[in-house]
């Protein structure tokens, strides 16, 4: 097989990245557009030792599984890979890869996940669930500025402004920006050259009150005519979406990161509020806050349950960001203690843990595996019940790991965004005196690859 062979191929799985994967004569091709069930014409792109890379030329037959997508730009846009995938499918595939993972990677014996493996928590609505939106802006083919969404795998913008999971307001704000940079001449920023002022838009809906805040990232300190922007937004406002504050924030760094350090608030207080649950949370451009509310509170709802607290226990949140699962426990526990290495998320913390009205929730910044263990000495007698850990896609760091294996809570629940990396770290937990006694997968990502998981840890009592 060379460059450009054109070959029939039929589609059996899915990659982490949503490409269709088929094998030829024992080669594995990876095409992107094709899904499980899917027969296609395919034209060979890339070609190495053991596998390679195609592109459908004709689709001969269709997955059964097959739908029209939503979404006109989805095989453009790098947003969502399963657009075109059933959701009931979409859910069979995220259970089943958590569950392969775990198998495979957390070696958990298959009897064993069978008894504790629950039903995926998935949406009745699965679109227009994001309450963030990052949206870069570049000049468009005339020359004039246009924002939409990354193309997979690069820095080409996608002209697009109504994303089929984000919030339908976006599109009218973005309409408004636009209008704004034509008007007064705002060049958008160009990452080959480093010229040009307006980055990204950064947009973030509050479910509870129906407000959003706009944060606008430029090459510079500040944004000419603003006023008229702010007096643009204003008109255009609705029952669905009020401007509530309007941000600047200076990125002159020639990378890929998106916010800088310097925030200024032009209008309002530079923060909205929402709510999960009964706990009112502050957000400011800089505060990791889940994107979907509906599910992120089925998902904390499923921590605490697995928690399983009685009101006397005393409970570490490692990787706590601003409070988010603190302040759930908190509710139910004697006393919750929070852990996170980035300062301004503790101090979203505890100001969330003020405004609610919480007193037995304290928060710490540092290393967790430094925290713990320096806290540890200073209360040898304090024992501590139930950890629970959120951290990054990467997984928590095997010495995060040691301390809390150290400290023998008798329950551990960890809440992941990465199947892989949970089953490599259940499988350390595992072979170090605890036993996995609950699985639970929640979809906060419909129409994405990605999918949250909860799990419980269980002390296995010596013998």
Partial sequence: MRKNDEFELEITALSD???????????????????????????????????????????????????????????RCGGC?????????????????????????GEVPAERLDAVTEAIVGMEE????????????AAGEDGRPVAGFYAARSHRVIPWLDCDIGAKENARILEVL??????????????????????HALIRKSRATKSYMLCLIVNGKELP?????????????????????LVLNTN????????????????????????????????SPHSFYQVNPVQTEAMYGAALEFAALGGNETVWDLYCGIGTISLFLAQQAKKVYGVEIVPAAIRDAKENA?????????????????????????????????????PPRKGCDETALRTMVELA???????????????????????????????????NFPRTMHVETVCLMSRVEEK
């Fill in 225 to 245: 005519h603003w006023e008229a922007l702010l007096q643009a937004l204003q008109a255009a406002d609705s029952e669905d979406a009020r401007l509530e504050t």
């Fill in 126 to 137: 699965p679109s227009r669930y994001r309450n963030k939106a990052q949206v870069p802006f």
């Fill in 81 to 105: 890979q399963l657009q075109a995938l059933s959701y009931e499918a979409e859910l069979r595939f995220k259970a089943n890869k958590v569950r392969e993972d775990l198998l495979r990677i």
């Fill in 354 to 390: 003020k405004r609610n009205g919480i007193a037995n929730a304290e928060f710490f910044t540092g290393a967790a595996e430094e925290v713990l263990p320096a806290w540890q000495r200073e209360h040898p007698a304090q024992y501590i019940d139930v950890i629970t850990v959120d």
């Fill in 17 to 75: 990245e949503g490409l269709g994967i088929g094998k030829l004569d024992g080669f594995v091709w990876f095409v992107k557009g094709t899904l499980p069930g899917d027969t296609a014409l395919c034209l060979a792109m890339k070609l190495k030792k053991n596998y390679g890379f195609a592109r459908v030329k004709t689709l001969l037959k269709p997955s059964p599984e097959r739908v029209t997508p939503r979404c006109a730009v989805e095989q």
């Fill in 252 to 283: 002159t760094r020639r990378d890929n990161v998106i916010l800088g350090d310097t925030v200024r608030t032009l209008y309002g207080r530079g923060y909205i509020e929402d709510s999960i649950g009964d706990i009112r949370f502050r957000i």
């Fill in 178 to 199: 636009l209008a704004f940079t034509e008007r007064f001449g705002i060049a958008p920023y160009d990452e080959e050259s480093g010229r040009g002022l307006l980055r």
């Fill in 409 to 443: 809570p008798k329950r551990i629940v960890y809440v992941s965004c990465n199947p892989s990396t949970l089953a490599r770290d259940i499988k350390y937990l595992r072979a170090n005196g605890y036993e996995l006694t609950r699985v639970r997968p929640v979809d």
